[in-house]
């Protein structure tokens, strides 16, 4: 959902770099690329890792969520290249449509709400959902089975690292759409193709 649906990571790093100033970790935003597709627990425990057991995390969660909130609330969270003409394709062309989102159920769906896109979405695993984050498969196991459709039968759009190995370890053919991460070439060779938008992703459907 971030950075491929919705165009929130840029968000979300802002908010880290706003608050790392005035907490005293300046350069936290750029560790942004080290959690793309982890939920909050994973997220967490990144956190600690990287700065120690002392890091005000509950500190940084409220700062960086009040900040959030703020941004959006002033812009609005924008949809990516291609998101909503995909979405409207795949529906008039009888696809089944699930979103596996690391994000929290409840504010997944309220974000794809706003945005006017929940209604194209036949269901949807979230990171409280499920007991191992990406990169572990159980998310996309989950989302096939929502929509009763076989993995190898299953498209994943991905744009990040941690997405693409999940989706491919849970054996879905997987097309990357990178946002902040460039996939290197380890990663491009768990795909079956790299495009540069949603956009892209229609004449591959039309060529089936």
Not at 31 to 54: S, W
Not at 63 to 72: A, H, K, L, P, Y
Request: proline residues 6%; contains cysteine; aromatic residues 10%.
């Amino acid at each position: 959902m971030d950075g491929l649906l919705l165009d929130s990571e840029r968000i979300v790093q802002r908010s880290w770099y706003e608050a790392g100033a005035v907490m005293g970790y300046p350069d936290i935003g750029g560790h942004i690329y080290h959690t793309l597709g982890l939920n909050r627990n994973a997220r967490n425990d990144y956190f600690r890792h990287a700065f120690g057991a002392d890091f005000p995390l509950d500190e940084f969660n409220r700062m960086t969520g009040d900040i959030f909130f703020r941004i959006v609330g002033d812009t609005g969270i924008p949809l990516k290249p291609g998101a909503r003409e995909l979405l409207e394709y795949a529906k008039e062309h009888g696809y089944k449509i699930a979103v596996a989102s690391s994000s929290s159920r409840k504010y997944a769906v309220k974000e794809l709400t706003d945005a006017g896109i929940w209604s194209f979405f036949d269901g949807g695993i979230f990171g409280d959902m499920i007991g191992n984050t990406k990169p572990h498969p159980e998310i996309y196991l989950k989302a096939c089975e929502m929509i009763k459709t076989p993995p190898r039968d299953c498209l994943a759009l991905e744009d990040a690292p941690a997405g693409i190995r999940s989706a491919h370890a849970a054996g879905l053919n997987v097309i990357a759409v990178p946002d902040l991460v460039q996939p290197d070439e380890e990663i491009l060779a768990l795909t079956c193709k790299r495009l540069d938008t949603l956009h892209d992703v229609i004449p591959l459907l039309k060529e089936e």
